[in-house]
């Protein structure tokens, strides 16, 4: 699970359902909506309602400052409301197999596994074109069926490795956003380096593959996989309607108003969901859009819910700066892993050096990747073992 925070703590805890219930609290209130509320309105408020109503960007400014009042009255802090969603491992987890975790037999399963499909499907479409060319050999039905099975086979292994794997990480990938030369090597990087670690989430970026084709790449992929051709056909209505109801379902998630932060926290925990979708496509985060109100209520959640954090400084705007701020206020910098496309090294260490930061950038080749890939992996294992404070 992520950091723990006092103010989550003091209304639950950590474990169980207690996050959940400190969730509901996060809600929009009509009352404080629109303009000042009447006063006795917010004096009959329980205080931990208070604690959120004071950060929900819902409420008017108006209501929000005497929300703020009334916790003061009380003599409660008005601190920002907090949330941490566990996650799927634990410093056991970390202590026991470190990297393997991540690059262990699982992996070389769903790894090998999948490119069987792939191989298998090639081998069916060969010999498809060989019968066409030179007459069918006599025993080519034979061999079509068994090349079939197989690749059936590796299909369903691929499927349920993938879907039901019990430790993933969750990792937040903090960068600028939608600027095509540095999203692009960016998104190779992530493909060749992140995603063994598990869901990676960020903030959409117009230029990430996933918000233009991916549900094309859905398609493609479902044309050499029996099992997600099926999981394609039967899982597109039910996602379309679906997602009248939570925008943070089944795909990209979008965040505009508090239901829809609640929905995506509890997202966080489907793991064989996250799964699935991670695995489907090849070069996908689990990407969110925010508006502009709600977007760093939503990076204070992945924050404080993810196992490491990435911050890439190719480019450092206002927004990073506000990011790299919190993480040196909150001393956070042990979770994280800095990293930079080649050629942007000064700009990235001369931003840490400016909040007192002592860490390392490590830099990527435009072909995403990583240098020295040894020792970025083990800036990894060590930004988890900070989160779930387990001993180096």
């Not at 596994?113 to 792939?118: D, E, I, L, P």
């Amino acid at each position: 699970m992520g950091m723990s925070h006092p103010d989550q703590a003091a209304f639950g805890g950590f474990g169980g359902s207690d996050w959940r219930m400190h969730l509901r609290d996060m809600r929009t209130l009509s009352g404080l909506r629109n303009g000042a509320p009447p006063e006795d309105d917010i004096r009959r408020m329980p205080d931990r309602v208070l604690r959120a109503a004071v950060q929900n960007p819902d409420h008017s400014e108006a209501a929000r400052a005497a929300a703020e009042v009334e916790l003061r009255a009380r003599s409660i802090s008005a601190d920002r409301w907090r949330l941490s969603v566990p996650g799927f491992i634990r410093g056991a987890d970390l202590q026991r197999r470190g990297d393997k975790l991540f690059f262990g037999w699982g992996r070389a399963i769903r790894l090998w596994s999948g490119r069987g499909v792939f191989i298998g499907f090639l081998g069916i479409l060969a010999l498809a074109f060989a019968r066409e060319l030179t007459g069918a050999p006599a025993n080519a039905e034979e061999i079509g069926m068994y090349v079939g099975a197989v690749v059936l086979w590796l299909a369903i292994i691929w499927f349920v490795a993938s879907a039901l794997r019990r430790h993933p990480a969750r990792v937040l990938l903090l960068r600028k956003f939608n600027e095509r030369h540095l999203s692009e090597p960016l998104e190779r990087m992530l493909a060749s380096e992140l995603r063994p670690y598990g869901h990676i989430a960020t903030l959409s970026d117009k230029h990430i593959r996933r918000e233009r084709f991916g549900w094309l790449q859905m398609a493609l992929l479902s044309l050499g996989n029996p099992l997600a051709a099926l999981w394609f056909v039967i899982g597109l209505p039910i996602r379309f309607v679906w997602r009248l109801f939570d925008r943070s379902a089944m795909g990209p998630a979008v965040v505009l108003n508090a239901r829809d932060y609640r929905n995506l926290a509890q997202r966080l925990r489907d793991r064989i969901g996250l799964n699935v979708q991670t695995a489907l496509v090849s070069k996908e985060a689990f990407m969110v859009r925010t508006s502009d109100a709600w977007w760093r209520m939503v990076v204070q959640l992945f924050m404080d819910s993810s196992d490491a954090i990435v911050v890439d400084l190719s480019q450092v705007t206002q927004g990073t700066a506000w990011e790299l701020d919190v993480i040196a206020t909150e001393r956070a910098a042990p979770r994280c892993v800095f990293v930079a496309l080649w050629g942007k090294l000064e700009e990235a260490e001369a931003a840490l050096r400016e909040r007192g930061i002592n860490a390392a950038v490590h830099h990527y080749a435009p072909d995403g990747e990583i240098q020295r890939r040894g020792v970025f992996r083990a800036a990894m294992l060590a930004a988890m073992r900070a989160t779930h404070h387990v001993p180096a």
